[in-house]
Every structure is written in C-alpha cells, then in structure tokens.
C-alpha cells in the first residue's frame, strides 16, 4: 500500500453537507460500484473499513431500500480517477454518506483495486426476467427477501406505464398477459394490480395487497417498454444521434470518451445488432435541447446507457458539435424471428430498480 498522508487537524473529520452518490456498473442504479461527487468530479470509495453499517447508508440515500451485500473491484470493475474517501465509518443513522467520518476528501491509501460496491434492496423493487432486452420481460417484484411474480388479473397498460417508468424504461407499449415471458418461480406477490398510471412505484398501486392472490404461474404479467433511448437522423432506427431521456426531456451525449464499447451498449438498449462505428463531432446534425450525458464510461454489459459511469445527469463541458451518434447492424431476420418465438426461446435479461 503506499503510505498514508497525514490527516489534516484531527483523527477523524465529520462532513456536515449533502454530497451525491452513485453505484456505477451493477445491474440497476440500486447496485455497483460506489462513488461520490466532489469538486465537480466523480471519484470511488476506498474499503478499508467499510462495512454493512456503511452500506445502507448509501442505499438510504439513493432511496434504494436496505443493503443484502458489500461487493469489491472484482465485482462492480475499478473505477478511475481519484479515490475521494476513505476509512468511511458510518454510525448508522447518517442521512448522507459524506456525514460519516472518514480521512477526509481526497485522503487515502488505496488503489482502485479497493473500490468498494454495495447491492441494495428494499421491498417494491422491480426486474424483467427472460425477455430480449432490458426493457421488457416477466414483471418480477422483491418482497420480504425473496422474488415473486405478478398476476395478470386486470393488468393493463397504465399497470405497464408504471413498471416501465419505474425501470427508467420510457414508455409502455404492451402489457402482456398469460406468461408471455415463461412461468416464474416462488410466489406470486401481487394480484387483481390497478395503477392510475402516475404512481412512482408498482407495489404503491392498488391490489389485493402482498401475497394474496387466486392465480398460478401460467398468469404470470409482463411488460414491453419503449426504452428512454432513441437515435435521430439517420437512415434507419438503428443510426443516428444518441439522445436519452431524463425527466420527460430528451437530450444529447456528448462525444467525449465515446467510443465502441459505449455504442455496442446503446445498440443492445435500441433492439439492433452489434455497433459498427462510433461518430463523432455532431455528425448526424445538432441537436437540441439539454446535453444530459458526458464522459460515458461503459464497461459493456451495462443494460442502459444511463447505468454506465458518467459525470451524473446534465454535468457536462461540452456543446452541441460534440453531440455524439452511433451505426448499429440492423436486426437479422433471423434474429427477429428469435425474438417472436415466444419466451421459451429468449435470452434472459435481468434489470432491478427500486
């Protein structure tokens, strides 16, 4: 380890302001890698002392439920850049992870091999299981330690509009009924669901509440989601300029640190095939509106974009000649007709959100 830098003033220093914070390569925004934002810069968390007492602190923050697991570097990937905390000693009770004690910004004595990473859950959370895409698949929901399905007694649209909104999804564009994506497993959690279609969370619409039900797993519900990415002025829907949805605003990606990797994980999100090439430098034109996403950093099995490390939501440094675009290989019919075979014959993809 190299040697620790001195302390500045006292043993421990207690922050007293709010910070973000963000998990970075997981499987939702409610798992990965963590970091925190300091000095207009994202930076990791050393896990020299970090423990479950820390972990739910951060999932506290981000409203993401309970900790179930301290992963590590090998897990979640090494972060870049600087390592901003360390020796992180939460009480328990903290409201923000910057209010625990710890060395102090920027004061370690770490490697990025140290980066540290937290798994949360809380009741409520949602994945899609056994579809082709992340934003589509047999609606599964987390409730008292375990997964269950949905029945898809009065399943509609506006239950749909929930999930999908609720999985930074987009829009809904199917709600499907009879086990579409397969028979699930364990129990079946909600039942006889009536959403107003505005609700933040599926378990806050109204059902015959946890557990209760008069179904089986051949009525398993599922959702298709238009995903909050679309490309715009190319040829195809599978060319063009990046834009992502935030907030009900679609806006741009700028070109820095764009490259394949990052494309081959925005064609996946799209329905394409793999990236051919990246493009730079505004190529599909200028767009318009906020840049919402710079410095994207995909390792590449990201399910979105937006789950790839980035500098956060509208941070950027950049201006509209860098929006940045991608050429996806267009679906083969071959693949298409995968798709359309039915759940038995789907690749499972798996995304949870709280």
């Known amino acids: 380890l190299m040697p620790k830098q001195p302390i ?17 390569n997981g499987l939702s925004r409610c798992e990965g890698r963590v970091e925190v934002f300091y000095n207009n ?30 992963g590590s570097s090998s897990q979640f990937g090494q972060g870049s850049g600087l390592v901003l905390l360390d020796n992180v000693d939460c009480r328990g ?28 859950r809380g009741d409520g959370t949602i ?5 082709p895409n992340a934003c589509q698949g047999r609606v599964e929901v987390y409730y008292q330690g375990a997964w269950g399905t949905v029945c898809d007694d009065d399943w ?42 505005t609700e933040q969370e599926l378990s806050k619409c109204k059902s015959l509440d946890w557990g209760k039900h008069n179904c089986g797993h051949h009525e398993d519900a599922g959702v298709t989601c238009r ?10 829907s599978c060319q063009g300029r990046v834009e992502v949805l ?19 994980v925005v064609c996946r999100q799209l329905g394409c095939g793999q990236a051919i090439t990246v493009k730079n430098q505004a190529y599909f034109g200028y767009g318009s509106g906020p840049i919402l996403l710079d410095n994207v950093e995909c390792i590449g099995f990201e399910p979105q974009l937006s789950d790839c490390a980035n500098l956060g939501w509208g941070q950027h440094n950049c201006g509209h000649h860098e929006d940045a675009g ?26 949870e959100h709280i």
């Open 246 to 264: 935030y907030k009900n605003i679609w806006g741009t990606v700028c070109d820095d640190n764009w490259d394949l990797i990052n494309a081959n």
């Open 227 to 236: 995903p909050a990415i679309r490309v715009m002025n190319g040829n195809s």
């Open 156 to 197: 509609a649209l506006n239950n749909a509009r929930v999930v999908c909104q609720q999985i930074d999804c987009g829009s809904a564009v199917y709600a499907h009924s009879n086990s579409f994506f397969g028979y699930g497993t364990g129990r079946i959690l909600l039942d006889n669901v009536n959403c107003q279609g």
């Open 93 to 120: 009770s903290e409201a923000d992870l910057s209010q625990c004690s710890s060395l102090g910004w920027g004061v370690h004595n770490c490697y990025h091999y140290e980066d540290v990473g937290v798994t949360c």
């Open 41 to 70: 810069s994202w930076g990791t968390v050393c896990d020299d002392d970090w423990d479950m007492v820390d972990a739910n602190v951060v999932c506290r923050q981000l409203s993401c439920g309970v900790a179930t697991a301290v």
């Open 326 to 351: 991608v050429i996806c290989a267009r679906k083969s019919s071959l693949d298409l007709a995968h798709c359309h075979l039915g759940p038995q014959r789907a690749t499972s993809v798996v995304t």
């Open 127 to 131: 994945r899609l299981v056994n579809g």
């Open 8 to 24: 500045p003033n006292a043993s421990e220093v207690l922050f007293t302001y709010l910070s973000k914070v963000q998990l970075v």
